[in-house]
């Protein structure tokens, strides 16, 4: 390798591939290079830390567990080699309520992870739902807005269609502004609620702290708002060309090609051997 690594995290959905899909060729070359020359392989999402994520590489059909996963945009974090799982900051219930109380009226879909995908909240079905639901073989009950308000959670997202609604929820949402929490695009038509001083960047320094990696010696890829803050917590931080502006201004380096054209494998072989 051309420069000393010691941790590669990465985004998954927009970043190491299309939602819902499997990284293509290059990009699951370059995943192996670095995990062959001894460094560290992490995730990290907006999705919760289970089975799921914990074993996305062996259902990739990789001979490797991910090393680090940051799930909910940092509220959990867990590492292979302490088998521990850690959870932060979760969004009171008293906050989501107030959330709820004008975002609800919109033509929005709130969702809630109260047990990662084993039991998920939602406004009504559609077809976002639906392919999650199958994809995760996770369970959703729809349910009224008191029902959402019940726990604490670690974020409360907002589905919609972006081209309808996204001027809409942007104004809202801005215009109910607190400090008791932020708000951040996730993906497109994704917008996401959780509390203030929690973020991937947050987990990224908190895990290295645990495992003494320096975070000069860090890289991280994403393509999303909520990846902002990963990007500049590490030495490195690589955009997507097909991810928000705001994250491209925030990274290192953006790739030539994007998430469906093997954007990132082509970048990080390029760049790396």
Request: glycine share 8%.
């Amino acid at each position: 390798m051309k420069e000393d690594v010691r941790l590669l995290i990465c985004d998954i959905d927009g970043t190491i591939t299309e939602k819902g899909g499997k990284p293509m060729k290059i990009t699951e070359e370059a995943l192996r290079k670095f995990h062959e020359e001894g460094v560290l392989i992490g995730l990290a999402s907006g999705r919760p830390v289970d089975h799921r994520t914990i074993g996305k590489f062996k259902e990739w059909g990789y001979g490797f567990d991910p090393d680090i996963v940051i799930g909910f945009n940092g509220c959990e974090v867990w590492d292979r080699m302490s088998g521990k799982k850690r959870e932060y900051s979760f969004l009171p219930k008293e906050d989501v309520k107030e959330i709820l109380g004008y975002m609800w009226p919109l033509d929005v879909n709130p969702v809630v992870y109260e047990d990662g995908y084993d039991h998920v909240l939602a406004k009504r079905s559609d077809h976002i739902i639906e392919a999650s639901m199958k994809r995760n073989e996770g369970t959703v009950e729809f349910c009224d807005k008191e029902r959402f308000c019940l726990h604490d959670v670690p974020k409360i997202e907002f589905r919609y269609i972006e081209e309808d609604m996204e001027d809409i929820v942007m104004k809202t949402a801005n215009e109910h502004k607190s400090d008791r929490y932020i708000f951040l695009k996730s993906f497109y038509g994704t917008l996401e609620y959780m509390k203030p001083g929690i973020d991937k960047g947050v987990a990224l320094k908190r895990i290295c702290q645990e495992l003494d990696i320096p975070l000069d010696k860090v890289v991280a890829c994403g393509d999303m708002d909520n990846d902002i803050a990963m990007l500049e917590a590490a030495g490195t931080g690589i955009c997507l060309l097909n991810g928000s502006e705001a994250t491209k201004k925030a990274a290192d380096h953006i790739t030539e090609e994007d998430v469906l054209h093997d954007g990132l494998g082509k970048f990080l072989m390029n760049y790396y051997f």
